[in-house]
């Protein structure tokens, strides 16, 4: 397997046997998830059926997002195989965040991804108008320039615009998938 390993904890049956199909590569290992601290990070992948809540709490802790895991359930899915969700946020919360959080209509949706990558979205799209036009303005502004000063002041602000609009263009992927 190359890459970042893949986990599964998931008991004898159709779901470990899709995902063993599915992604080859994929490590067996037991339901004490918290015995993978020590194993290279990667992205474990649980079958509810096959983990209590408690051990899925401890794991969350244990596997922390800042060293590169990722914790995720798998389940059939109905038209699809599969189905992975992730388990939590990648981050331990205070109960004050997520207060915080179910008051506030903007930042509940930072508590999912899909919300993440909307907001991401949407930042892009409006950045990239006002973006695009200042670029245009610079370049007309290059046709009649005299020179000197002025034209490597315009030349500046045009590579600084070009670098901004190629890092928009470089978190396109980002974004929230169709949903069916």
């Known amino acids: 397997m190359s890459g970042r390993p893949i986990y599964l ?7 470990r046997d899709r995902c063993r199909t599915l992604l080859p590569g994929a490590l067996v290992v037991a339901p004490e998830l918290s015995a993978l601290a020590s194993a290279p990070p990667g ?7 096959g983990v ?22 798998v389940q ?7 189905v992975v969700q992730t388990v939590s946020f990648g981050q331990g919360h205070t109960a004050e965040d997520v207060a915080r959080w179910s008051d506030d209509p903007e930042a509940k949706q930072l508590l999912e991804l899909h919300g993440v990558l909307a907001e991401v979205s949407r930042a892009r799209h409006d950045l990239n108008n006002p973006l695009t036009s200042a670029l245009a303005e ?11 000063p002025e034209e490597e002041s315009l030349l500046i602000i045009q590579e600084q615009l070009r670098r901004l609009r190629d890092r928009l263009l470089a978190t396109r992927h980002l974004r929230p998938a169709a949903h069916a």
């Open 9 to 15: 904890a998931a008991p004898e049956g159709p779901v």
């Open 52 to 73: 209590d809540v408690a051990e899925l709490a401890a794991a969350a802790e244990a596997l922390s997002a800042a060293a590169g895991w990722k914790l995720c359930t």
């Open 76 to 82: 059939e899915g109905g038209a699809e195989p599969l």
């Open 43 to 49: 992205l474990v992948l649980v079958e509810p059926r």
């Open 138 to 148: 610079v370049q007309m502004l290059l046709m009649d320039a005299p020179g000197g």
